[in-house]
């Protein structure tokens, strides 16, 4: 076969193809407005596990503990040991689901701290505060020390306890 | 002395212990009646010296003026969920849906269970978008108005709590009823757009695998999604059960991913982020993950698992002494459509299959039904569900073995485990009293 031929034999191909997808996205309604990431950079809180998006700031478990006192004590207990709500620190005989054994990453506790404390106030914390809040339940779980900083960096380098206790259920059994 | 129908009941012969009868009987069975009618079977109400049935008052008024939007009768006041927060306390509410004094397979809209961790909030609906962002060609924000023009889709699905029936840990039977052992599945007509539809106008980066999808709650609830789920059958609901999404379920969208877990069909709807891996969101590490053993969790488990459990009777419903009775109930599975649904009135030891109400659907609630001739004595009644994929409902030694046995009791309220989907016994005693056993 020639290379003409088989030119030939492509491009109506092509062509097909082409007017397909066209047909197709006309059928659709097209009302969704284009929009940017830089437009949705307040809505993007999320963080994973790689710390991508963590915003400029630091805290450090002593920094915490004022401000858990004022902001959160009253609903998780002194030292996080639970109240109200659930227990953020490792509580004798009152718990087992602690943040040391049920949380893979770190980067867990900056991200929900952010979006939805404190109960009466959420995203009203600053960065500072939540990375101060973050080091301070990490203190209390023992995982890093109470002077230890965390930022954008030192904060997805945390090594969390169980990071390889977790078992996936997806997709092989769900 | 027998009833009319309990002698009719009676010709049909008994196909499990303790008297479960044909389900056939539930079914064309007119001829017999017009029979027995004919025959002049059949008991007077006042008995030897009939007087006239009166006419009641409300038959010689003027009824009511038609409200705007009807509400149940007052009489059915105590038809309500169970609240666990009513005073709006700092910390997680859930509502309960009855469905003990429910029937059929659709649950009414301000029935429906809610597990909400600050309440719901108060969306303009003018002013909500919904965005769809990260690995896509082009990012877009719809509005209700643009939704309202894209082609929509109507399916039955069952909404559940990955806690729902977690009271079903406990070392030793729980005495709570149906509504606070399994309230938190509920079951609604969903009318929105495809998912799907809208990735093929934001277009798809191949590397993308999972999706963010978070509300605009307060909390901003999130979870990580597989794509392929997007693509297979997930959809964003706008209307439930034929008006707006109500207020405590997500108004005014949310996502809809029928048979996985409840927390997964994200409220209030507003961000979609296609992504690589999963974001690791408290929702799927703290919560609605199951330690197995040591520090082994699981997570990432997402179709609820097979389960039925009887509502009637269960329970705060007391048996009205000896005869005819239709024990009925709910089964449902997060893995297609529900094949078979089987009863017991003996604890276990024989079981008879129960009529399934049409249509069947998948992910839907299913209703069975069971004809039965209760003799007064104690029973236990039991029900077990198979699904179409060949998941069979286990026992509670079946689960234990690979879970470990139960150590503790705690309340009803608190969530030990999830996806708990074990045989529910109720035994009733001689006086039809019913209440939570392990059979």
Redesign the interface.
Known sequence: MSTDKRLTAVIPLVLALGSAATAMAADLPGLGKSVSEAELALWDMSIGPDGKGLPPGSGTSSQGAAIYVQKCEACHGKDGQGGTNAALANAPGKTDRTMALYVPNATTIFDFTRRAMPWPQPKSLTSDEVYALTAYILARNKVIGDNETMNAETLPKVQMPNRNGFISRYPDKH | MTSKHERLASRLPDVAGNGLVDRRALLGRGMLFAGATATGIGSSLTGAAAEALPVDPWSMEPGAPIPPYGVPAKYESKVVRTLTNPNH???TSNARTPHHLLDGTITPNGLHFVVA??GFPDIDPSKHRL???GLVK?????DLD??A??PKVTRINFVECGGNSAPLYNKDPVQANVQAIHGLVSCSEWTGVRLS??L???GIDPKAKWL?A?GAD?????RSI?L?KALDDAMIALYQNGERINPAQGYPMRLLVPGYEGNMNVKWL??I?L?E??????NE??QY?Y??A??????????MEVKSFVTHPSPGLTLKGPGFYEISGLAYSGNGRIAKVMVSADGGKSWAQAALDAPVLSKALTRFRMPWRWDGQPVVLQSRAWDEAGNIQPTRAEMFAERGEPKVNVPVTAFPMGHMNVITSWAADNKGELKHVYG
């Open positions: 306390e700092p910390r961790r600050t965005a769809i962002h082009q990012p877009l924000v719809f643009a939704l023009r894209y539809t809208l093929e106008e934001t963010l978070e307060g909390p901003s609830m999130n597989p392929a507003h961000r982020k992504i891996e999963p974001v690791m969101a408290i590490t703290m993950t330690r197995v040591g520090p082994k969790i699981w997570q990432f488990f997402f179709p």
